[in-house]
């Protein structure tokens, strides 16, 4: 079974510009997690999406926004990308079933803002 | 505040040597925890623990569950550099809620 794929791996945006990363879940499973990874501050959640809706959201300004598709597919887009914005951003996907707290992450976008 | 908490943060040892790493909660409605090892990549799952004292074992790595004390301890025993890694540890609440997870720990491995 293929695993989480993510894409772009890398990316170096400027500031003030947008950006959006594309997330592909696990075959069969419905739920997808963003989280920002970052030296400092570790693995910070984003949102999660199940079944085309956003079940939770993290802490974060509205610049950062995501969707999920009937494919369960998800993207998410940062607008006005700031320094700070710079990190790895890795996506998981689990099951929403009594297996599904394990979550399995992609690879990783690696965001370099300039 | 949920929060999950993780010690030591950073730890080198010597190849052969057995470690223990600490996860200790504050969360409500507490459903399960969740081991992760992290190299220069996306986190792998290592183990799910939903039960207080019911050991889980891979190999040289096992994990336990206090859900009275609210901890969760993480061993690694003959120790490899392969093992260096950061290895995370998190918290679910209820089964529709966010993953939480605490800092990691960093684990170096020297031969």
């Known amino acids: 079974k293929a695993g989480v794929t993510q894409t772009p791996r890398y990316l170096i945006k400027t500031r003030g510009q947008q950006v959006t990363l594309s997330c592909s879940p696990i075959s069969g499973h419905r739920s997808v997690s963003w989280y920002q990874q970052t030296p400092g501050q570790g693995l910070q959640f984003l949102f999660e999406?199940?079944?085309?809706?956003?079940?939770n959201k993290g802490n974060f300004p509205g610049r950062f926004s995501g969707r999920q598709f009937s494919n369960s597919r998800s993207e998410m887009n940062v607008s006005t990308l700031e320094l700070g914005d710079s990190a790895l951003y890795l996506c998981a996907s689990s099951l929403r079933d009594r297996e599904g707290d394990t979550q399995y992450f992609g690879p990783g976008t690696r965001l370099t803002v300039l | 505040e949920d929060k999950v908490v993780q010690s030591p943060l950073s730890l080198v040892v010597h190849e052969g040597d057995t470690v223990t790493l600490n996860c200790s909660y504050e969360?409500?409605?507490?459903?399960?925890l969740l081991w992760y090892k992290q190299e220069k990549k996306a986190p792998t799952f290592l183990f799910m623990l939903?039960?207080?004292?019911i050991e889980k074992k891979s190999g040289r790595l096992s994990s336990i569950l206090d859900k009275k004390e609210l901890f969760s301890i993480l061993n690694i025993t003959a120790t490899q550099t392969g093992d260096s890694a950061i290895y995370l540890c998190?918290?679910?609440?209820?089964?529709?809620?966010?993953?939480?997870f605490g800092p990691g720990t960093s684990l170096s491995v020297i031969p």
């Open positions: 969360v409500t409605n507490f459903r399960s």
């Open positions: 939903t039960s207080s004292g």
């Open positions: 999406y199940f079944s085309e809706t956003q079940r």
């Open positions: 998190a918290v679910k609440r209820s089964s529709y809620d966010k993953v939480i």
